[in-house]
């Protein structure tokens, strides 16, 4: 069998390299599904193989900054699209897309790297470990009653995501920015609710959103949803309001959000797939246990590729030195001893290989402690983090972990 050849697409070939990614998935994909994928494809960040002269496989990556513990952005390659045709599998055209794609993250300077994976069997191999959950969730609308009652000055406004999302976009920036886990949209990532293909829509409406506005007039907050209908069949009022995004500023703009979504007429039921571990909402219900997690799940998975860098630029809860040996075989020039100062205010990190370590760990379970969603203890717990010094499990817990937990509010 002749060798896969591997390079990068031009624009003019990007449906041909689209397609075996996109067939890999089992999607029958339209001119709208293509177009989406374009929108927010950036240049030169593929890479495929060929297998004479017809693309079989590839993968991609966004120039990401993802908003890490303190409030520092971090570059981050995101990586997306990645399939292999059936005919090609098990031949190691993923692990090979793979090492071209964090080669370029490092050429561009990018310390982290990041995904969303549709199994989790896939990217432990590559140094990914899981650095935030999701929840599936539904909550009664009649259920929406909050103890003590929600005073929130300002409005809501009706926007129509097809037409204009500048108003989102501006909001979503100023939260973003202080948001772990949450990362930068350009312009075409809006431009995608602008397309709502159908395949998006899963069933239900088009996207609906509203813009809530301070006192002045500021928006401070948004929500994006679908109505999945009930009630021409039923004849009873029992639609679902099924939430795609929201996001506010502050808790009780994003409680006066739930309030109004449980209040949009002939719907009984909101439903988000992907809502934050972490949700005001539950805490200010009369009835918590009201909201319904009906499914929890690994949401973005990270692995470093330059480990000082990514452990300087975060916060920690509390000051602490830890001296950390790192295994990374898939990608070695990040494998190695690390020591962190970190606090609150600032933190340094300098390679020491001849240091004694306090902890041992492999790449990818420094990538799911990073963004504070999980206790290093937990990982220890289940064999996969090991204690040289005793009390330096509990040091890595209270300096790590971050409150809310940390959140990713899209797939990509
Ligand atoms: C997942 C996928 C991209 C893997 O591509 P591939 O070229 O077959 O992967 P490789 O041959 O490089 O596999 C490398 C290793 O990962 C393992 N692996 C690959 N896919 C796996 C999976 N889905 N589950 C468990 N292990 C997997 C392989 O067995 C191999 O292990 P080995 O090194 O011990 O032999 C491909 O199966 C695919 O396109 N799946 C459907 C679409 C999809 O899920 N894409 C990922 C989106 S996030």
Same mark, same amino acid.
Request: net charge negative.
């Given at each position: 069998?002749?060798?896969?050849?591997?390079?990068?697409?031009?624009?003019?070939?990007?449906?041909?390299?689209?397609?075996?990614?996109?067939?890999?998935?089992?999607?029958?994909?339209?001119?709208?599904?293509?177009?989406?994928?374009?929108?927010?494809? $950036?240049?030169?960040?593929?890479?495929?193989?060929?297998?004479?002269?017809?693309?079989?496989?590839?993968?991609?990556?966004?120039?990401?900054?993802?908003?890490?513990?303190?409030?520092?952005?971090?570059?981050?390659?995101?990586?997306?699209?990645?399939?292999?045709?059936?005919?090609?599998?098990?031949?190691?055209?993923?692990? &090979?897309?793979?090492?071209?794609?964090?080669?370029? +993250?490092?050429?561009?300077? $990018?310390?982290?790297?990041?995904? &969303?994976?549709?199994?989790?069997?896939?990217?432990?191999?590559?140094?990914?470990?899981?650095?935030?959950?999701? #929840?599936?969730?539904?909550?009664?609308? *009649?259920?929406?009653?909050?103890?003590?009652?929600?005073?929130?000055?300002?409005?809501?406004?009706?926007?129509?995501?097809?037409?204009?999302?500048?108003?989102?976009?501006?909001?979503?920036?100023?939260?973003?920015?202080?948001?772990?886990?949450?990362?930068?949209?350009?312009?075409?990532?809006?431009?995608?609710?602008?397309?709502?293909?159908?395949?998006?829509?899963?069933?239900?409406? =088009?996207?609906?959103?509203?813009?809530?506005?301070?006192?002045?007039?500021?928006?401070?907050?948004?929500?994006?949803?679908?109505?999945?209908?009930?009630?021409?069949?039923?004849?009873?009022?029992?639609?679902?309001?099924?939430?795609?995004?929201?996001?506010?500023?502050?808790?009780?703009?994003?409680? +006066?959000?739930?309030?109004?979504? #449980?209040?949009?007429?002939?719907?009984?039921?909101?439903?988000?797939?992907?809502?934050?571990?972490?949700?005001?909402?539950?805490? *200010?219900?009369?009835?918590?246990?009201? !909201?319904?997690?009906?499914?929890?799940?690994?949401?973005?998975?990270?692995?470093?590729?330059?480990?000082? #860098?990514?452990?300087?630029?975060?916060?920690?809860?509390?000051?602490?030195?830890?001296?950390?040996?790192?295994?990374?075989?898939?990608?070695?020039?990040?494998?190695?001893?690390?020591?962190? =100062?970190?606090?609150?205010?600032?933190?340094?990190?300098?390679?020491?290989?001849?240091? *004694?370590?306090?902890?041992?760990?492999?790449?990818?379970? !420094?990538?799911?402690?990073? !963004?504070?969603?999980?206790?290093?203890?937990?990982?220890?717990?289940?064999?996969?983090?090991?204690?040289?010094?005793?009390?330096?499990?509990?040091?890595?817990?209270?300096?790590?972990?971050?409150?809310?937990?940390?959140?990713?509010?899209?797939?990509?």
């Amino acid at each position: 069998m002749a060798a896969l050849e591997f390079r990068s697409p031009s624009r003019a070939e990007l449906r041909e390299f689209f397609e075996p990614v996109v067939s890999a998935y089992g999607l029958d994909a339209t001119d709208d599904d293509y177009r989406y994928e374009e929108l927010t494809y $950036e240049d030169g960040r593929s890479i495929g193989a060929l297998d004479d002269g017809v693309w079989v496989g590839g993968a991609g990556a966004y120039s990401f900054d993802v908003t890490v513990p303190g409030g520092d952005q971090v570059g981050a390659s995101g990586v997306t699209m990645v399939g292999v045709a059936p005919t090609h599998r098990r031949r190691g055209v993923l692990t &090979t897309m793979m090492r071209w794609l964090h080669d370029d +993250a490092v050429r561009r300077g $990018e310390p982290l790297a990041v995904l &969303t994976a549709s199994e989790a069997s896939i990217y432990r191999r590559f140094g990914y470990g899981v650095a935030t959950d999701d #929840a599936r969730i539904t909550v009664p609308s *009649r259920a929406v009653v909050f103890d003590p009652p929600l005073q929130v000055d300002g409005r809501f406004r009706r926007l129509d995501p097809h037409q204009d999302t500048s108003t989102l976009a501006d909001v979503y920036e100023q939260v973003r920015l202080r948001r772990t886990g949450w990362f930068n949209r350009g312009a075409g990532w809006w431009e995608r609710l602008r397309l709502d293909p159908t395949d998006a829509r899963a069933g239900a409406s =088009k996207l609906f959103a509203v813009v809530h506005e301070d006192a002045s007039g500021a928006p401070d907050g948004f929500a994006t949803w679908r109505i999945s209908q009930n009630h021409v069949d039923n004849r009873v009022a029992d639609d679902t309001v099924v939430l795609d995004e929201l996001v506010a500023l502050d808790a009780d703009v994003e409680l +006066a959000i739930w309030q109004f979504l #449980a209040g949009i007429d002939l719907t009984t039921t909101i439903s988000w797939n992907g809502a934050p571990m972490d949700l005001p909402l539950r805490w *200010r219900m009369v009835e918590p246990r009201q !909201l319904h997690l009906r499914g929890r799940s690994d949401w973005m998975w990270a692995r470093l590729l330059d480990v000082p #860098a990514a452990l300087a630029a975060r916060r920690y809860l509390v000051a602490g030195d830890l001296v950390v040996h790192v295994d990374d075989a898939f990608h070695p020039a990040a494998a190695g001893t690390y020591r962190l =100062k970190g606090s609150p205010d600032g933190a340094e990190c300098e390679r020491v290989d001849d240091a *004694r370590p306090d902890l041992s760990l492999g790449a990818p379970e !420094l990538g799911a402690i990073y !963004l504070g969603g999980v206790a290093p203890s937990l990982y220890a717990t289940a064999g996969r983090i090991v204690e040289h010094a005793p009390g330096a499990l509990e040091r890595a817990d209270a300096m790590f972990v971050t409150h809310p937990a940390p959140y990713c509010p899209l797939m990509f």
